[in-house]
């Protein structure tokens, strides 16, 4: 029996339609596959973490290749250190905090202080520490505040496994970056909005030590007419900027403007776009020149800002509107990477509730997994394929936040 050509193309169609419809719709992401895929990934993530302890400990404190324990945490243990000592100018002299960082953890990588001034402060009782005791604390305190946060929307069980096991909450963990704190207070202020308005903005305030990922609250805020968390998350920052300047001197804040030239020049390192998120290294890994790449993610920022200011301006619930804000946030900035997806999970919890609650719409299953993968699909397709996806599926999940919101 043959087939004809027309029946084949018939088949093809019918069959990518069905395909279409899965994803689309996508009823086989249920709650509980869900749960047993974080199962999964928070025993591959506990395996990974014990023999990451072994590989970065092989030479003392640091991998055979120099990296040290906690590669991004040496960062913020020596300046604390430095500025405990009363040094802190030293932090953004490269070659002297380099130089320091060796006498911690031995030869490793360059790490340079790009971090303002208020992240000294806020990490200054680590310098009570020697540098193996700080990093449980570090760590600890960020997996801990981020679980009990989290816990609030998703419960404790649902949450434990997203704080192991989640691709960003991985990254974060062998890193040793400031991905659970961050996600925390910005996820954590959100949830506050409504009961301790004050709190939440002192909250907000507090990210003052990565400024850049705050750059759309202001908006969102004011579309809201939120001014008392506004003006609480302005007086954190004033207060933190303040002490920070008592405390550490002019030199200091002069030693960070001059290392914001150098913090540029990391978004032009290739060896860094496998594991940066945003418009511009999206359009770098295509080809694209620095002005044409820094023209798009500006587009992308005045976009982003646009439908945050419209979604936080309209009634809706403030799930919808905390998710949508957390990912517009890697939309607008140009420096933004795994570590940081953490806060996604807060998005992920959020839409997932609301889906939940009133019926997920097409698409919204399929958002919700990607949130939590972003970081895996995203350095995987950049490494195999030389192409960063995550401000495409981040704009695609926006979109979907922005359709439910404006359907309210």
Known sequence: MTISLPEIRAANRRFFRRVLY????????????????GWVFALLSAFLLVWG????????????????????????????????????????????FLAFEQTIVG???????????????????????????????????????????????????AAAFAVIGAPAAFLNLVDSNTGYFTASLLGGGLMLLNRRPIIAGICFGCLAYKPHLGLLLPIALVAEARWRTFAAAGATV????????????????????????????????PV??????????????????????????????????????IVWHRPGPL????????????????????????????????????????????????????????????STAAIFAGIQLAPFVLWLVLALLARRALLQ
């Open 22 to 37: 899965s994803l689309r719709e996508a009823r086989w992401i249920t709650r509980e596959r869900v749960m047993l895929g």
């Open 53 to 96: 302890v072994g590989f970065y400990t092989a030479n003392g404190l640091t991998a055979a290749n120099g990296e040290p324990l906690g590669p991004d945490f040496i960062n913020y243990y020596a300046g604390a250190k430095v500025a405990a000592s009363g040094h802190a100018p030293l932090a953004y002299d490269n070659q002297r």
């Open 107 to 157: 030869p490793s990588t360059r790490r340079i202080y790009s971090y303002p001034p208020p992240m000294m402060l806020l990490s200054l009782p680590l310098a009570l520490f020697s540098y193996v005791p700080a990093l449980i604390v570090w760590t600890l305190l960020g997996a801990g505040l981020c679980l009990v946060v989290l816990g609030q929307l998703v419960g404790v069980r």
């Open 238 to 269: 004033a207060v933190l900027a303040l002490a920070s300047l008592a405390l550490f001197g002019t030199g200091t804040w002069a030693g960070f403007f001059d290392q914001m030239a150098v913090n540029r020049s990391l978004l032009d390192m």
């Open 272 to 309: 860094l776009w496998n594991w940066l998120l945003t418009v511009y290294v999206a359009a770098r890994e295509l080809g694209a020149p620095p002005v044409l790449s820094y023209t798009l993610q500006t587009a992308s920022a005045a976009a982003a800002l646009a439908v945050i200011a």
């Open 319 to 378: 799930e919808i509107k905390a998710a949508a804000l957390a990912v517009a946030i890697f939309l607008a900035t140009p420096y933004a990477n795994g570590n940081d997806a953490v806060v996604l999970l807060f998005a992920a919890a959020w839409l997932g509730r609301e889906g939940m609650r009133t019926g997920f719409l097409n698409w919204e299953r399929l958002a919700v997994v990607a949130l939590l993968l972003l970081p895996l699909l995203a």
